[in-house]
Structures are given as structure tokens and as C-alpha cells.
């Protein structure tokens, strides 16, 4: 309904009244307004898909940019939820609460991780102004307190104006067994592994099933789709076929890569003749101390070139198989007359990943734990990579070479390896030109703009009551039609992320030099560098002794634009110490949790906490049948987790401690039918080498201890957005091989299981919960 005033006439009866219509007709589209589909991928360097001169074969990709136009200096923010966040409204990401991943949201103006209403979104704009607007896939821009069924949806998708939301709320998620969000529930993916599912063919089923039923309906009406797959985003998991196709093209090396690739990219136009490679180990020590260092491929032993070979492999066959479901979208989209007004846009949201550390991992749950890969370890399952007994991620070195000439990658906003990335729109009704590139310099906020100005619309002084946030972005569509080197629109962006930053104007680029989440602080000693980024591209030659009255001026211009767009305090803490920061929550700190069956599996972010502490779980249960089985209690996956379960009569816990075997397991005797309180009580003692939990874990039968022995524990998550808290069933992945799938409990009762982190007795709770659940 609408604020029009109503012209009609009103009388006691109908039949001398006048109707009008007018105030509640939904407001439509302009005529011949487009359609948009945007399609976002995760951690893409810009030498690392074909059309840009890449290895990885991306034909969908290459499609459309010989129907369209190929940008070679877009920028991103270098990590997702920030620049995911300024595509979503236009505003540069502090503004929209988002300097960081939702995770290290901290309580600063500009930090605190929840999109503001002072920035309204492209979804929010087109629903209203006449678009069916759908998401897909990925979001990563919902804080972790508000993960939870019962919590505020007003961050989730369908709140911030989409109609259709169907993909993962966090960062990242195993593309095997995904954790799904329909609208605004939790559920379960459609089939498994074995009967052919893979995340990327769903997302590409769900997209089509929703222009489908669209156009059904609404032929007339145009929509707004934004596509975010997993890919390439951490675990890379791709069908075997795909990753067959790359068998031996990575062999000869990361540094032969770059040495490859920075030729054919100057040949398409992507870079300036004369660019050259910027060192593969460029870095200060403080960089080299966090990690972020390349292991020179001569240095590496035989098994060691052919794992990292492989894992390059996998993340090139992941690639180019959710291209292939893109292209299923695209070729619907021909059939039925809908892609010559359909704007296309293909793109990644900040550089290739460097978190698979300079070794790469087969578990990268490993690397959010701090613990080291075991060479020997991760060579057992090279015939595995991207199966679904793999968390993968590909190492730093091949990082550095699909972010090819530039310096460094994801997380280093102060260089064009971490914030430059491929960008392809095709449109064949609105852009006359055919396979060519743009060489203006564009930044992830001009995107909204770009999409308004198409569509006929503004973003508004006042919307639902609340004065906005001017757009921070100018729009591209100037160069659709410009000739390739024609200047910019674009004045200034500034950039700032994990404590590192720098800043663009007008050709010139200052650069702090400044390791991500080191620790290091003391920002006012950071070296600037200066770059002249119109002739050097690669940002090759630091010109700061040259010309100190302009770096004096960039410096200053980062200033001004950080407190235009609330940038301070900077944050270069380690991941781990910002991850772990008490937030205020809904549901206000507690030491007891109790979990019913029957319930949607509870996202880690908001699950009793078990890491680095002392821990005791308790679950009431009736064993009805002497055949009774199955899971009581699940948390984690075959990556990381641990589980109560009966099997075979008898009662079981598992520690799967980041997937490595043996197991941890502890059993009981038989169990006949009866009412019994079941647990484990886990005391820490100390801390491993790896600041992992060393302990003693002791399984009850109601009061007895009926197993015990030593155990190690986890003191990172069990997934960066994983499998959740399962009571009655285990969700998606099984923690333990000593089940098979979902294992439901059958022949019994759970009435309830409770997880406590506080210094009470086991006893003492044990007594509790036979009281709380009234067992006799």
C-alpha cells in the first residue's frame, strides 16, 4: 500500500460509492526494465580464470565477455562480509558496520557487524520499485548472535528485501553437506553425496526453480537474482570429473605460473604492456611471522609437489563445475528470451585465499585450531581431495599466483593482490560493445549505483523513515560505451582491513605497510608506500622517496576518509583473540544449556561453548527396545566434533579431534532396557603444544563411571560455519565413522540433554538433571 491520497467517492452504501484504485496498485517497474543476475564468487585472484588469461577453463565466464565487457582494475575489500556488505547497499563497509567478517565484529561504530538502516539495500530499492528479487547461496552478513532459530531476523535475507533466500548464513560451508537456510528456517539438503548432490548444482536448481515460478506468474515483471556460490571459497570440494580435467596442469609450479599467466594477460589487455611480477615473498617479517609466506617450489620434496599440486587441481575443478551450473542458468535464460535484458554481472568478492597457510591443509579446521598439517597425515588422502573426506585448502604459494603480478592476497587491503578482482557484465540489449576491456578503476560501492541508474531508480534521502547514508560508489555505466582507457569517474577510495590499509586517488595508490591480525599494533610507525597505479599496475616501484608531498596528501586524504566512514580504532589482533570477545547477545551468558530432541540443529556461533574449558554433558534417556541406537548428542563433523551415541547395546562418546585418527572413544558395557542418565564429564588439565586441551574424560552411567583416559580437546571451533549442535540425530556430515549418516535415535526416549561449562560436580548435576527431567 502506498501513501497516495484516495480520489474515489465513499457513501453508506457501495452502490453510490466510487472506487480508486490507485493507492494500492503495486508499484511497477519501469518499462523494459532489465532483469539483473549478479554472481559472486568466493577468494578469486585475477590470474586465475581463463577469459583474464588463467589456467582454470571457465567457458561460461568466457561467454560473457565476449558478450560484454572484461574490467581489469575493479577492487574489493579484500575479505567477504565487508565487500558483500557494500554490494548489498552501495555504502563503503565501515558504514554498513562491517570492517571485518561478521565474526570479528567488536563494539565500534563502524565494527559492530549489523547493516544499518541508514543504508538501504539494492534488494530493498527493486522490491519496492517493481523487482522479484531472489538470493542464492552464500551470505556471511548476518552476526553470529543472530544465527539462532529464535533470534532477530532483521539482518537475515528476506528482511533486508529479498523475496526468496536459499543458501548458507555464514562464511563458508561444506559443499557435500551444506548447512542450508530456506527463507528463514533451517533444513536439511535435499540428498546426499552418494545420490549426486553437490551444493553448487542445487544452488543452480533452486535459482532456476524461482525464475521459473516467477515468470509463471509474473511474466511481465523483472527480477533481481544475486548468485553467491561456496566456490572458491574453503572446503573446495568438486566432482571428480572436474577435477580429473586439471590432472598434471599444475605441476610445474607456482612461480612458473606467474611466470605463465603475466603474459597472456597483457595480451588480452587485462594489463598494461611492461607490467612485471612483483616478488613472490615481498613481505616484512612481521608478515613471514603470521604465515603468509610462499615455500619456493624448488624447496619442496616429491610428495610435497604433488600434493600441492593436487590441492591446486581440486580448487581449479571446483571452479569450473559451478561455472557449469552458472552456465545451466544462462542457457535457461536463452531459451526463454530473457538474456538479451538481462544485465550479467560476474565477479569475485576480494583476492585468492592465503589461509591454507605456506603447507596447505586437507582440514583447514586445522588452521582455525592453530595446529599444524602432518605431511604424512594428508598424503594417505591424495586420491580423496575434494571428496567429502576433505576440508581442503590450497597453500599460500598458489594464492600468490592466481593474484598474479600484485603483491600479496585476501586480507591485505594495502595491495592490489587482496583487493583486485575479475569482473565481466554482460548486457546485449544495453552494452553495444563485444568482448572488449574497461580499464577504469572501479571499487565494489559503485556497483548500486550502477544498478540504479539502469533501473531507473535513486537511492532515496529518507527511506522508511530514516535519513540514509549518501552512496559512497559513482556509477560504471559511463564505460560501457567509453572507449577502454578512458579516464575514470572514479575519485578516491580509500581502504583499511585487519589492521592494514591504503588509499586510491586519481591514479596514485599510498600503501601502509602492515601485516592482518598480527598484533603487531603501533599503526603510527607503519612505512606508507606510493604507488603511481596508472603506470604501474603491479604495484612494482615504490615512489615515496620521489614524491612525499603526495603520499603527505594520501596519507591525509585516509584520515579524512576514515572518519567520514567511522574506520577507527584500526584492529590487527589475531584471529582467534576477536573470534573469542564476549558479544551481547539475546540470550544473555550462561554456564547451563539444555537441548531437546526435535529441533534444527543449533549453529555453533550460538551453542554452548565446550573450547579450551572444562566441560559436562548430561542426556536423560529411556531405552524402550534392546535393539535401541543412535545418536543422543552430535556437534562438528568428521573434521572436528564430538558425539554421544548407543551402538551394539553399548553407550559411546567420540572426540574427533580435527579429524585426525584415531578416534578418541570412550565405551561402555552393555545397557539393558531401562531409564538412565547418561554423560561425560571432560576436566581440563592443561594446555598441548598447540594450546589444545589436554584432559581426562570420564563416561557415566548414572553415577558410575563406567570408561576413562586421556584426551585432547579442541580450542578453535569445530567449523568456521559448520555442522551444528544435534540432539535426537546428527545433522549433514557424521562426526564419527562409527555411524553411518544422520543416525537417528530409534527404540528410545531422549527427554533432554544438558551441556554445562561450570565448576559444578558431575554428580551434583547429575542429580540436577533427574530432578529437571523427572527420570525415577
Known amino acids: 500500500m502506498t501513501s497516495t491520497p484516495f480520489e474515489g467517492v465513499i457513501k453508506l452504501d457501495v452502490r453510490d460509492s466510487v472506487p480508486d484504485w490507485t493507492p494500492y496498485i503495486p508499484t ?196 533481481y537474482m544475486w548468485f553467491c556460490p561456496g566456490a572458491n571459497h574453503a572446503p573446495h570440494h568438486a566432482p571428480q570429473e572436474y577435477i580429473d580435467k586439471y590432472k598434471g596442469m599444475f605441476d610445474d609450479g607456482y612461480e612458473a605460473y606467474r611466470e605463465w599467466v603475466l603474459p597472456r594477460m597483457i595480451e588480452r589487455g587485462v594489463l598494461p604492456e611492461g607490467t612485471t611480477l612483483t616478488p613472490l615473498n615481498p613481505m616484512s617479517e612481521a608478515m613471514a611471522n603470521a604465515g603468509d609466506f610462499v615455500r619456493p617450489w624448488d624447496s619442496l620434496n616429491a610428495d610435497e609437489k604433488k600434493l600441492f599440486s593436487r590441492l591446486m587441481e581440486v580448487y581449479a575443478g571446483f571452479s569450473e563445475y559451478t561455472d557449469a551450473q552458472v552456465g545451466r542458468i544462462v542457457d535457461y535464460l536463452e531459451k526463454t528470451g530473457q538474456l538479451e535484458n538481462t544485465i550479467i554481472l560476474y565477479a569475485a568478492d576480494n583476492g585468492a585465499s592465503g589461509e591454507g597457510s605456506p603447507n596447505g591443509s586437507v582440514n583447514e579446521n586445522k588452521f582455525f585450531n592453530g595446529y599444524p598439517d602432518e605431511l604424512s597425515e594428508n598424503m594417505k588422502l591424495i586420491d580423496r581431495l575434494g571428496s567429502p573426506d576433505t576440508y581442503e585448502h590450497f597453500p599460500t604459494g598458489w594464492a600468490a599466483a592466481t593474484s598474479a603480478p600484485f603483491k600479496m592476497f585476501k586480507r591485505y587491503a594495502e595491495y592490489a593482490g587482496g583487493t583486485c578482482d575479475p569482473m565481466v557484465i554482460s548486457w546485449p540489449e544495453g552494452i553495444k560493445a563485444r568482448g572488449e576491456v574497461r580499464n577504469q578503476y572501479h571499487h565494489c560501492t559503485d556497483v548500486v549505483p550502477t544498478l540504479l541508474e539502469i533501473c531507473g531508480l535513486q537511492m532515496p534521502e529518507v527511506y522508511k523513515g530514516v535519513a540514509q547514508y549518501p552512496l559512497s560508489g559513482v556509477s560504471m555505466r559511463y564505460s560501457f560505451d567509453a572507449q577502454p582507457d578512458a579516464p575514470t569517474q572514479k575519485k578516491r577510495q580509500y581502504y583499511a582491513m585487519l589492521g592494514t590499509r591504503g588509499i586510491w586517488e586519481d591514479g596514485w595508490k599510498a600503501a601502509a605497510v602492515h601485516a592482518p591480525l598480527t598484533g603487531k599494533g603501533h599503526f603510527d610507525k607503519d612505512e606508507w608506500e606510493l604507488y603511481n597505479v596508472d603506470v604501474d599496475r603491479a604495484e612494482m616501484t615504490n615512489l615515496a622517496a620521489d614524491h612525499p608531498e603526495r603520499l603527505e596528501s594520501l596519507i591525509s586524504a585516509w584520515f579524512e576518509e576514515a572518519e567520514t566512514n567511522l574506520v577507527l580504532p584500526l584492529d590487527d589482533r589475531s584471529a582467534m583473540e576477536q573470534a573469542n570477545i564476549e558479544r551481547p547477545s539475546e540470550e544473555p551468558p550462561r554456564e547451563r544449556y539444555v537441548y531437546y530432541p526435535g529441533t534444527a540443529a543449533v549453529p555453533e ?172
Open 28 to 223: 511497477q517497474a519501469p518499462a523494459g526494465a532489465p532483469n539483473v543476475l549478479f554472481v559472486l564468487y568466493d577468494d578469486t585472484g585475477l590470474a586465475a580464470w581463463s577469459p583474464y588469461g588463467g589456467r582454470i577453463n571457465m567457458p561460461t565466464l568466457q561467454r560473457l565477455a565476449d558478450n560484454g565487457l572484461m574490467y581489469s582494475q575493479w577492487h574489493t575489500a579484500a575479505l567477504c562480509s565487508p565487500t558483500r556488505s557494500m554490494l548489498l547497499t552501495g555504502r563503503n563497509h565501515h558504514l554498513n558496520g562491517m570492517a571485518s567478517i561478521t565474526e570479528g565484529a567488536q563494539g565500534f561504530p563502524g565494527q559492530h557487524a549489523r547493516i544499518p538502516d541508514e543504508c538501504a539495500t539494492i534488494g530493498q530499492l527493486l522490491q519496492d520499485g517493481g523487482w522479484s528479487t531472489f538470493w542464492v547461496g552464500k551470505n556471511h552478513n548476518v552476526p553470529e548472535t543472530d544465527l539462532a532459530s529464535g533470534a532477530s531476523k532483521k539482518q537475515w535475507p528476506l528482511q533486508k528485501g529479498f523475496d526468496r533466500f536459499y543458501g548458507f548464513i555464514g562464511g563458508e560451508t561444506n559443499q557435500w553437506y551444506p548447512d542450508l537456510v530456506e527463507d528463514n528456517r533451517y533444513i536439511e539438503p535435499p540428498a546426499t553425496p552418494e545420490e549426486g548432490y553437490h551444493l553448487s548444482k542445487d544452488m543452480a536448481d533452486q535459482a532456476l526453480q524461482m525464475i521459473k515460478d516467477q515468470k509463471a506468474g509474473n511474466p511481465s515483471k523483472p527480477w
Open 605 to 776: 556461533s550460538v551453542a554452548v561453548n565446550v573450547r579450551g574449558r572444562s566441560y559436562k554433558i548430561l542426556a536423560d534417556v529411556e531405552i524402550l527396545e534392546p535393539d535401541c541406537a543412535g545418536v543422543i548428542f552430535a556437534h562438528g563433523s568428521r573434521f572436528g566434533g564430538h558425539t554421544l551415541f548407543i551402538k551394539d547395546k553399548k553407550l559411546y562418546y567420540v572426540y574427533n579431534f580435527l579429524g585426525i585418527k584415531p578416534e578418541q572413544k570412550f565405551v561402555s558395557p552393555e545397557l539393558s532396557p531401562g531409564k538412565y542418565t547418561l554423560g561425560v564429564d571432560f576436566s581440563r588439565e592443561s594446555a598441548g603444544p598447540h594450546l589444545e586441551s589436554i584432559g581426562t574424560t570420564k563416561l557415566y552411567v548414572d553415577d558410575e563411571a563406567v570408561a576413562e583416559g586421556p584426551m585432547r580437546a579442541q580450542v578453535g571451533k569445530f567449523t568456521l560455519c559448520g555442522d551444528g549442535l544435534c540432539v535426537g540425530y546428527d545433522s549433514a556430515d557424521a562426526v564419527s565413522e562409527e555411524y553411518q549418516g544422520s543416525s537417528p535415535f530409534t527404540g528410545g526416549t531422549i527427554l533432554g540433554v544438558a551441556v554445562s561449562v561450570e565448576e559444578a560436580q558431575y554428580l551434583d548435576l547429575e542429580m540436577l538433571a533427574r530432578a529437571a527431567f523427572a527420570v525415577d
